[in-house]
């Protein structure tokens, strides 16, 4: 064997180690329970502001995925009782009890809410579906949990170093495809949409915008800023030295997110998973006061909820959950990087986003109509859209071509409409990034014809 030859069978061992040297739970722990509270505070949310009647009960159409239409809300009160039980299963998530069972419920009536309707589809659904599995997957209730309470020798203080090892990945992953989303021409030489940000942020504030509109290298550097936040945020996460203050920032950037930005519930995704880089003796001083709390209270015998502890999970098929986990990153790296490279930053952005996390990197305001068209007479009749979708849906439909045939059908089906007599039209008007309109014309049926542009400078 030559030199580079053990070189190389040296590096590939020392690899092989790190995956499995013992790393504290600690870090696996906290992000199970950060998950689990923040993912119920979510469901109760949409329980109480009422989003669960909008956005499933008032519409009547909804936009199946092909292949799904079977997938349909349950009738009142079903859907409510299903934010219910997302709730119970991610405080079960939290508290680490009966914890197999409750990710899989929860996973499984998450992912039924996120397939109902593509208009109301968030992408940081996919996001959280992705870490409700990972954490299936993972042994974060093997400590201070209450299924330790059920289990003998069911506690580890430690596990393979692979286990923590695939959650920073996943999370650094989000960090850099939100970066790669952002290296197109309107947001590094353009300022756009960080121009229309300020602009609003400063309204709400009773500053004049023209501080920003006269000033365009402002959104030009708040663009660049961002950028360069996700691409080097991670590299100071994944170091011991700076995690805590990369967090902090973190936390920071996020809050001023959710302040000032329409961003929804994202940023409090992102904070919880960079949780998994905290050192383990922070999440542990944290989590003992909490330990010890219960320890006294509930009088708990011999060292349930105790924090010290030297216990190793050990797998009995070592090499088959890394293999698995690896192959389920590089699934997750491959997709995105392949539309990035087919389509380009604009197109990549929308389709690689819709099933992977909530990036804001343009903004688009849609507006679309629907006329009824007498062929004979050339009549044409305005349709009421607000009786039969959402606002939300009817934004998402200006931009989908797909979608407004959906509708149309769906007209056509429940309205016996004589497709000799009469013919549905539909204008949709689109901004992007705060230009001019684009606005196109459609004769509408079972495949929807385009008829028009109704204005060619769109600046698009």
């Known amino acids: 064997m030559t030199k580079e030859d053990n070189g190389i069978s040296t590096s ?44 499933f009960y008032k519409p009547r159409f909804f936009f199946p995925y092909e292949g799904l239409e079977w997938i349909q809300p349950l009738k009142s009160p079903g859907v409510h009782l299903v934010f219910v039980l997302i709730a119970l299963a991610a405080l079960m998530i939290a508290a680490g009890w009966f914890y197999r069972i409750s990710t899989i419920v929860f996973t499984f009536l998450f ?166 880089f905290l050192p383990a003796d ?8 909490i330990a010890y709390f219960l320890f006294d209270i509930f009088e708990f015998k011999d060292d349930v909820f105790n924090p010290g502890g030297t216990v190793l999970l050990q797998y009995r098929k070592k090499r088959l959950f890394p293999i698995l986990l690896a192959g389920f990153l590089f699934m997750q790296i491959c997709v995105p990087v392949s539309l990035f490279l087919n389509w380009g930053s604009d197109r990549w952005a929308d389709a690689a986003f819709s099933f992977s996390w909530d990036v804001r990197v343009n903004e688009k305001h849609g507006v679309i109509t629907f006329f009824q068209l007498n062929q004979k ?30 509708f149309a059908s769906y007209l056509y089906s429940h309205h016996n409409y004589d497709p000799g007599l009469l013919q549905l039209k539909a204008v949709s008007c689109i901004s992007l990034n705060g230009r001019k309109p684009d606005c196109r ?17 769109s600046g698009q």
């Open 111 to 276: 992912t039924y809410i996120s397939l109902i309707d593509k208009a109301s589809y968030l992408s940081y659904y996919y996001y959280v579906l992705v870490l409700s599995v990972m954490l299936m997957l993972s042994p974060a209730n093997r400590l201070f949990s209450f299924d330790q309470l059920r289990k003998t020798n069911f506690r580890a203080d430690y596990v393979p170093n692979w286990c923590i090892l695939a959650f920073k990945i996943q999370v650094v992953m989000v960090f850099y495809f939100a970066g790669m989303a952002k290296l197109n021409a309107d947001w590094l030489f353009g300022g756009r949409p960080a121009m229309i940000w300020l602009t609003e942020i400063l309204g709400k504030a009773g500053i004049s915008p023209d501080l920003v509109l006269e000033n365009t290298w402002i959104p030009i550097v708040f663009s660049w800023l961002l950028l360069l936040f996700d691409f080097m945020m991670p590299q100071f996460l994944y170091d011991n030295k700076t995690s805590v203050t990369a967090f902090k920032i973190v936390c920071v950037v996020q809050l001023l997110a959710m302040v000032l930005l329409p961003t929804g519930f994202f940023p409090v995704l992102i904070v919880l998973s960079c949780i998994i």
């Open 377 to 406: 007479t050339g009549e044409e009749r305005l349709i009421d859209l607000n009786f039969y979708l959402s606002k939300v849906q009817q934004n998402k439909m200006a931009e989908d071509p797909e979608m407004i045939d959906q």
């Open 441 to 457: 014309s459609f004769l509408a049926g079972e495949t929807i014809i385009p008829v028009g542009k109704a204005n060619d400078d």
């Open 282 to 289: 922070l999440i542990h001083s944290f989590i003992s006061r």
């Open 12 to 55: 590939w061992n020392t690899w092989v180690d790190n995956l499995f040297r013992p790393a504290s739970i600690y870090p696996l722990v906290g992000l199970r329970i950060a998950f689990g509270f923040s993912m119920a505070l979510w469901a109760a949310g949409m329980l109480l502001t009422g989003k669960v009647t909008q956005l």
